[in-house]
């Protein structure tokens, strides 16, 4: 499973990154964690708010900073 | 940090409608009956159990302190989380599907009222510009909506509806609307396209995957309550001290003490407020109950609000952020139009309040 984390960089994205680092760790998932920051790379999603939360290339959630708990739900692991 | 973590009650998925329905509506009635208490709490308060007198400087700006305090902080709380809800509504791509094929007018008129309901933060303004024009929304249309998102500003209408009255809110919501319609229509007017960087036009948008925009009723409710958790501990302190700054004044300062600086009489203090405001970055929680001392002691309302405006509106941060897909020329005629914009509300508000 491949986790990314779209967002230019902001207080937000970074957030997102931690609570989505936080959940895969708890989960024990087998998951790989990456950020995306291009902003062409982050349209090329189709994703207009960030932060983003992608799951395998397909956009799970935009514009929201999702808690640790959210994302775990979003990996089916909880 | 405790924003980020949802409390483990809210996640049951299936609840009845009605369950959440009697709790919202106990919740408002609740919150309604302290509210109507507080004016007479922070009068017993201050001079029944700190036992100061009621015409001492300082019994009326504790007085003050403790009445504006918890009023303003409650009323943030329930607006925040009532525009929470209707946000969680409208997501970024939503409006872009609505203002897609509207012409000039028109569509700067709908971008205006979707920047007030439409989540937005200045760090996806770059991303959601160049949705909109990829979209091929008319520019003139994008800045209006560009404008409207900071300017009328949740927190700035709750603690003017606070301090000041419906009457003054509503003005300010009006008003606002009106500079980001007619800004972004000048801006339209000026064909100013070439003024966008090229590699605007040459981005391609991907067709939006995934089911992000569907929320339950739970999770509308989650995404409020996280909105107005969020926003309230961010301004909180900054709501307290402008509060304390405005008591001070209330308790101590003369009344009309600036009605020669900052009164009807001077018509030039309202282009100096907004060259003032502009460099200036704060948000709306702190300025505004500045702005209501300085109106106490005489400042006329239309000087106070352009300089709010001005302070809200146009911001440096923001600037260097849209820089990446503006211009120079298309940033500084960007803010020229809304200064002026703000100007004329200032000197229309002093003319007929």
């Known amino acids: 499973m491949k986790v990314q984390i779209l967002g230019t960089g902001c207080a937000k994205c970074r957030q997102l990154y931690a609570n989505a680092d936080q959940a895969i760790k708890a989960a024990g998932l087998d998951a790989e964690l990456e950020k995306v920051e291009k902003i062409q790379e982050i349209l090329a999603f189709g994703v207009m708010a960030t932060p983003a939360l992608a799951v395998d290339g397909k956009v799970k959630s935009a514009g929201r900073l999702l808690s640790a708990d959210e994302i775990k739900r979003i990996l089916g692991a909880a | ?353």
Not at chain 2, 71 to 81: E, I, T
Not at chain 2, 282 to 296: K, T
């Open chain 2, 1 to 353: 940090m405790s924003i980020t973590r949802s409390e483990g009650c809210a996640v049951a998925p299936a609840r009845p409608a009605w369950q959440y329905l009697g709790a919202g509506a106990a919740a408002v009635g609740a919150w309604w009956l302290l509210y109507q208490q507080l004016e007479v709490l922070a009068g017993y308060l201050t001079y029944e159990l700190l036992g100061l007198g009621r015409e001492t400087h300082l019994g009326s700006s504790v007085a003050f302190f403790l009445f504006e305090v918890p009023k303003v902080l409650m009323l943030l709380v329930l607006v925040v989380f009532g525009i929470g809800i209707v946000r969680s509504h409208f997501t970024p791509e939503r409006t872009r599907r609505l203002l897609a094929g509207r012409r000039e007018a028109t569509g700067n008129v709908l971008a205006a009222l979707l920047g007030v309901v439409t989540p937005f933060c200045s760090c996806s303004a770059v991303p959601l510009f160049i949705g909109f024009v990829e979209a091929g929304i008319p520019l003139g249309v994008t800045l209006s909506f560009l404008i409207a998102a900071p300017m009328v500003n949740e927190v700035a209408l709750v603690l003017l509806f606070g301090l000041f009255g419906a009457r003054v809110a509503l003005l300010y919501l009006g008003t606002g609307l009106l500079i980001a319609t007619v800004a972004g229509w000048v801006i339209g007017r000026l064909h100013m396209e070439r003024h966008v960087e090229e590699w605007v036009y040459s981005v391609r948008i991907g067709e939006a995957s995934g089911e992000s925009g569907f929320m339950t009723g739970a999770e509308r409710l989650r995404y409020a309550a996280q909105a107005a958790r969020a926003i309230v501990g961010k301004v909180w302190p900054f709501v307290v001290a402008g509060i304390a700054v405005g008591a001070g004044i209330h308790g101590y300062a003369p009344e009309g003490l600036l009605a020669s600086i900052m009164g009807k009489g001077a018509w030039w203090s309202v282009p100096a407020a907004v060259l003032l405001g502009v460099p200036m970055y704060s948000n709306a929680a702190g300025i505004v109950p500045v702005v209501q001392a300085l109106i106490e002691k005489g400042a006329a309302l239309g000087t106070a609000l352009a300089f709010m405006m001005a302070v809200i509106a146009l911001s440096l941060p923001e600037m260097v952020i849209l820089r990446r897909v503006l211009k120079g020329r298309l940033i500084a005629t960007f803010a020229a139009v809304v200064a002026t914009g703000i100007l004329l509300v200032g000197w229309l508000f002093n003319l007929l309040l």
